[in-house]
């Protein structure tokens, strides 16, 4: 099951500190000035003072709900509706795997992609941050290919022996290679990804 940054790192409102409710407005406006702050200013400038003073808000409140500005960040970036992972019905294993990649890519595409590679380059000296955003984000996407995968496997659209772990693999690191390297998604990289795991899947 996917678990966000933000069902990660939440209090239980019923279990506040010192007995207080949750302000969802002060969530709210913590998120917004998070997002706010990140289109002038890249993710490791970014600090929790900075953050409570555009919300509003003390330090505490936000360490009520997140442990560290990481997890902040993560839970403005990701519960923005451009990262929804909501895909359509396909009519086949491959084409669901098609609009994954594309839309995959479209996520990834400009100020969004700078931020989830910053996110990303900060979390690898962090293992619960990193844990973290592989749950916020790689999860779902891993397991949307992984059905596609198997639905073609079963259907016998793809190869019996195909290894659903390596071909994720072979899915995602030529995006991800991208992302961190600063190279842009260009139709060309687009056609040649889709086209080579076209040939590469079926049967």
Not at 8 to 29: F, L, V
């Amino acid at each position: 099951m996917l678990v966000s940054a933000a069902q990660t790192y939440q209090i239980d409102d019923s279990k506040g500190k010192a007995g207080r409710p949750r302000s969802d407005e002060s969530h709210r406006a913590i998120l917004d000035a998070t997002r706010r702050l990140l289109t002038h200013m890249p993710v490791h400038k970014l600090s929790v003072e900075a953050i409570a003073k555009k919300a509003g808000v003390g330090k505490t409140t936000i360490y009520r709900w997140w442990p560290n500005k990481q997890a902040v960040v993560m839970d403005a970036v990701f519960s923005q509706p451009a990262f929804l992972n909501i895909l359509p019905a396909s009519a086949t294993a491959f084409e669901g795997i098609k609009v994954q990649i594309e839309k995959l890519l479209r996520q990834l595409a400009g100020k969004n992609g700078r931020m989830v590679a910053e996110i990303l380059g900060e979390a690898q000296g962090d293992m619960e941050a990193l844990k973290s955003f592989s749950q916020g984000f790689f999860q779902e996407r891993y397991d949307a290919l992984a059905r596609y995968l198997s639905e073609g496997k079963d259907s016998g659209e793809f190869r019996a022996d195909l290894d659903m772990e390596s071909a994720i693999d072979l899915i995602m690191g030529p995006i991800f290679f991208r992302l961190i390297t600063g190279q842009d998604f260009d139709p060309a990289f687009e056609k040649n990804l889709i086209d080579s795991l076209r040939r590469g899947l079926s049967a």
